[in-house]
């Protein structure tokens, strides 16, 4: 029987869930077998997932119930994420606050085994399961913050969704990480950022075939050209968001891409349209029982409907939905208020449980060890070892659920001019040497002129008057040599000083060929300094026709910087590896193509692994030894590049080298 039990299950699958979920149903009721109904469970609650919260609950709290029952704790840790997901849709905030506490402190057990036979989604996964599951408890609360309105809160968890995704290189966790991000600074109007996360996001969906929730992404990058007043594309990515909300059954991603397209409509004053999107995204929120969403719930719907019925001049229908939109908004805002103050009794009442569980060890281990002590020292050790105790447990506990705006930006600060210090310690060995030139020149005419003086005194003194006169035009020529080496050596440090400070973000045209230039030698000469067995052979070819280009100097600077800085320590590792027989060449070339201005930085080393080629970019992301680099340096310059309008991109071929390419507006 078991074994007919798998077989129909494994036919029912392929032909989809969505018209088989009956079927599954039957087998589900019929089989005693544990994996067999964990996995009916698993598939029946991804067909609810994005379509109807109380029964995709209920097949989240059927697969808990069976995991506990064969002792499956990473089953039952995913199971447990998945109910906290269900209760936040359904506003039930506490209760997803309570099962992600739940399913934290399984996968915080040292003892949590790493090996299981369960499958735990529809998306295989192999690997590293205790960082799976971190990955998805900070996912769900990054929604349980969005819930909240927390924007650093969800900033934090997505992107440590995401990080984790990255690491352990499963692509649902990536993509849902970088889709919601991409949400987070929706909301804050930050929108180059959203259409990068949006479009990564796509790229992995599409790349991984995990599209469930493609439609989402859809109508994201459509409120970014919204927002940037190109209705034509927007709506096009609207309907996409329809199209593949209603191919994938996410329901959620269909009613809130209707939402889109009814606002569009209602705001050009179709009436039409905009009543046939108000009429479908109630029906859509009706069936999928989402009644708290910050987005999408019930109220909303009523009130679409309603403005709809008003804008076709039916107004009897009109006020009706009004009424309701009132009605069913004031039960919702109890709802959502009392839903807070859930979660956050519950936070309070954890804290509470956690102080009294150390409390308690502490008073049973005094009673054993400190019969002798008097009872203000007692008090007081008891005080600190709580508090102690508690701050740990507090700090475990923030890794998932808490994280401030304030610590956020303060890293992101450090980080960035961390990064952009550390760089000025690469230049400063080049500064000191280019510095040098200037000076030398500075001292060498100044005592060639007081010997001139001394001779034009002399002169005088005999009455030559031709002979002064020359060495006077002489020492006027020297002079205008001090100034001219003088002045370099002021725009050197001028440089300097420019890298280091933070940008003012004005831009102003700057010579291109002299930029690269600069930078080059500057990159040259610092590593120079460090390790004088470092050499390699510089080819330039720049276009004169590049001229000067509206930018930011000081910032671009630091992107050829890095370019050019990572092109010689792949060389010379290089060269380090194969030893003679090789030669480390660089090469640094300016072009202008039509309205574009192209900087590049070729080299010949041993080029980046197709495996890692689409993570060079991301933050953190480094090849280099522990200690020798921050994995921020690409990052920031593929955002310096994109917030000038511009692309950063790269061309590799393994075992012979990499193009890195920064390419500008002309007229920006």
Do not use: C, P
């Given at each position: 029987m078991r074994i007919h039990i798998k077989m129909l299950f494994f036919l029912l699958v392929p032909f989809g869930l969505h018209?088989?979920?009956d079927s599954l149903r039957?087998?589900?009721?019929?089989?005693?077998?544990?994996?067999?109904?964990?996995n009916l469970c698993r598939d029946i609650y991804n067909f609810y997932e994005e379509q109807n919260r109380d029964s995709a609950l209920l097949y989240a709290e059927k697969k808990i119930a069976i995991a506990r029952k064969y002792g499956k704790k990473v089953p039952e840790a995913y199971s447990l994420i998945s109910r906290a997901y269900q209760f936040t849709g359904l506003g039930r905030l506490g209760e997803a606050y309570r099962s992600l506490l739940d399913a934290f402190a399984i996968i915080d057990d040292p003892k949590l085994s790493q090996k299981e036979d369960w499958q735990l989604s529809v998306s295989p996964f192999k690997g590293d399961v205790r960082k799976l599951l971190r990955s998805y408890v900070h996912h769900i609360s990054g929604i349980l913050m969005l819930r909240?309105?927390?924007?650093?809160?969800?900033?934090?968890?997505?992107?440590?969704?995401?990080?984790?995704g990255t690491e352990i290189n499963y692509a649902p966790r990536q993509m849902l990480a970088y889709m919601n991000l991409g949400l987070v600074y929706l909301s804050i109007n930050k929108l180059d950022s959203v259409l990068y996360y949006e479009k990564l996001s796509e790229q992995i969906a599409y790349r991984s075939g995990f599209v469930k929730f493609l439609g989402i992404v859809k109508f994201t990058i459509g409120d970014v050209y919204k927002a940037k007043g190109?209705?034509?594309?927007?709506?096009?990515?609207?309907?996409?968001?329809?199209?593949?909300?209603?191919?994938?059954?996410?329901?959620?991603?269909?009613?809130?891409?209707?939402?889109?397209l009814y606002r569009h409509y209602f705001a050009a004053g179709n009436s039409d349209s905009a009543l046939y999107y108000a009429l479908n995204n109630l029906r859509l929120v009706q069936d999928m029982g989402q009644i708290s969403g910050t987005e999408t719930n019930l109220g909303v719907a009523y009130e679409y409907l309603s403005k709809g019925y008003q804008l076709n001049h039916q107004f009897d229908s009109a006020f009706k939905y009004q009424g309701l939109a009132l009605t069913t908004k004031d039960s919702l805002t109890k709802i959502r208020i009392r839903s807070l103050s859930d979660l956050q009794n519950l936070s309070f009442g954890e804290q509470l449980r956690l102080q009294n569980l150390e409390k308690e060890r502490t008073m049973y281990q005094n009673k054993v060890r400190t019969y002798a002590l008097l009872s203000g020292i007692v008090v007081f050790v008891l005080v600190a070892v709580i508090l102690y105790r508690n701050n740990r447990q507090k700090h475990k506990t923030n890794k998932v659920l808490e994280s401030t705006l304030s610590n956020l930006r303060s890293t992101q600060s450090q980080l960035v001019q961390s990064e952009k210090m550390a760089s000025l310690g690469e230049l400063t060995a080049g500064i000191a040497h280019e510095i040098q030139n200037p000076l030398n020149f500075v001292n060498n005419f100044s005592e060639v002129n007081t010997e001139l003086l001394t001779e034009m005194k002399d002169e005088l003194n005999k009455g030559n008057i031709d002979d002064a006169k020359a060495i006077a035009d002489d020492v006027i020529d020297n002079e205008q040599k001090i100034n001219h080496h003088g002045k370099r050596a002021d725009a050197i440090v001028k440089g300097m000083l420019q890298h280091s400070r933070s940008s003012n973000g004005v831009k102003e045209p700057t010579d291109i060929n002299a930029l690269t230039d600069e930078y080059l030698r500057l990159a040259y000469h610092g590593l120079r300094a460090k390790d004088k067995s470092f050499n390699v052979a510089m080819q330039t070819d720049f276009d004169p026709t590049v001229g000067s280009v509206n930018i930011i100097p000081q910032d671009i600077g630091r992107v050829i910087l890095n370019l050019i800085t990572n092109a010689f320590y792949v060389v010379d590792q290089k060269k380090k590896e194969i030893g003679e027989g090789y030669e480390p060449i660089v090469s640094i070339s300016t072009k202008k193509n039509d309205d574009k201005v192209e900087i590049s930085v070729k080299d010949n080393g041993n080029g980046i692994p197709q495996k890692i080629l689409d993570k060079i970019f991301q933050p953190f992301f480094t090849t280099k030894p522990t200690g020798q680099g921050t994995g921020l340096g690409l990052s920031l310059s593929y955002d310096i590049v994109k917030a000038h309008g511009g692309e950063l991109k790269v061309e590799t071929k393994e075992g012979e080298g990499s193009i890195f390419s920064i390419i500008l507006p002309a007229n920006n």
């Open positions: 018209a088989q979920v039957k087998v589900l009721a019929r089989t005693t077998d544990g994996e067999m109904q964990h909240t309105e927390n924007i650093q809160q969800q900033i934090f968890h997505f992107s440590e969704a995401g990080r984790m190109d209705d034509a594309t927007a709506l096009a990515y609207y309907y996409e968001g329809v199209k593949w909300g209603k191919e994938q059954h996410n329901l959620n991603a269909w009613n809130r891409s209707y939402m889109r």
